[in-house]
């Protein structure tokens, strides 16, 4: 099983829509969760922490179960430039080491 | 502030040769990471450095070897290449271990193996 894992999509939606991406990791000790934007073959850039109470930035929301070890990134009035991959990534450990996701993609269509 | 800076950022090399990457990290960032990502991939953990020592090493082969130098920038080394090491190698630097904050990465170097 791997520690951090995605539906790879991908995701087709048009303008405006909202759109939902879960993940799920193994380790129940983990400590600290991220979701990470890469667009193509581009590297990877930090889009938001995800705290245990929910947090928002802006269009996003991440939220964080423990007891079901998930992670979810919801996209309201998804944007065309919204169109990228979404990594999702938790650190474990002593060391709190990333460990990514593969990736979910998401089209943003006209 | 500068960011993660990486060199080259593209390198084409024949199977059997060796690749020396390199990696600065942001200024005050004593952790380096080492990541591969092939075409359509995800990301690969391949090292890490702290304060000059390898800490910890992904499933690659020996021929994948580093080392972090005392002013905290990092080159990757990779002998005896084979066509599947062509991909997009990713350095990300972090404050220190055991970060809140994540990883910085840089833009890459793509390795083109032929």
């Known amino acids: 099983r791997k520690e951090v894992e995605q539906d790879p999509g991908p995701f087709n939606v048009p303008e405006g829509a909202t759109v939902a991406f879960n993940c799920t990791y193994s380790?129940?000790?983990?400590?600290?969760f991220f979701w990470y934007r890469q667009d193509c073959r581009k590297e990877p850039k930090l889009l938001m922490s995800?705290?245990?109470s929910g947090n928002e930035d802006g269009r996003f929301t991440a939220q964080l179960n423990r007891a079901s070890q998930y992670i979810s990134l919801l996209i309201r009035d998804s944007k065309l430039s919204d169109s990228a991959t979404y990594l999702c990534?938790?650190?474990?450990?002593?060391?709190?080491?990333?460990?990514f996701g593969s990736g979910t993609q998401l089209t943003v269509l006209p | 502030e500068a960011g993660v800076t990486q060199s080259p950022t593209h390198l084409i090399k024949t199977r059997g040769q060796q690749a020396t990457l390199r990696c600065s990290p942001i200024?005050?960032?004593?952790?380096v990471y080492w990541y591969q990502q092939a075409l359509g991939l995800g990301l690969q953990f391949l090292l890490w450095?702290?304060?000059?020592?390898?800490?910890n090493r992904g499933n690659f082969p020996p021929r994948f070897s580093g080392r972090q130098f005392p002013n905290y920038s990092s080159e990757l080394n990779v002998n005896a290449l084979e066509l599947e090491d062509s991909a997009l190698y990713l350095c990300?630097?972090?404050?220190?271990?055991?970060?809140?904050?994540?990883?910085?990465f840089g833009s890459g170097t793509r390795l083109t193996v032929v």
């Open positions: 990300a630097s972090s404050l220190s271990p055991g970060t809140r904050y994540g990883y910085t």
């Open positions: 380790n129940s000790a983990s400590q600290s």
């Open positions: 995800v705290y245990s």
């Open positions: 990534v938790v650190s474990s450990g002593s060391a709190r080491q990333l460990t």
């Open positions: 200024s005050g960032h004593t952790s």
């Open positions: 450095y702290d304060e000059g020592e390898e800490r």
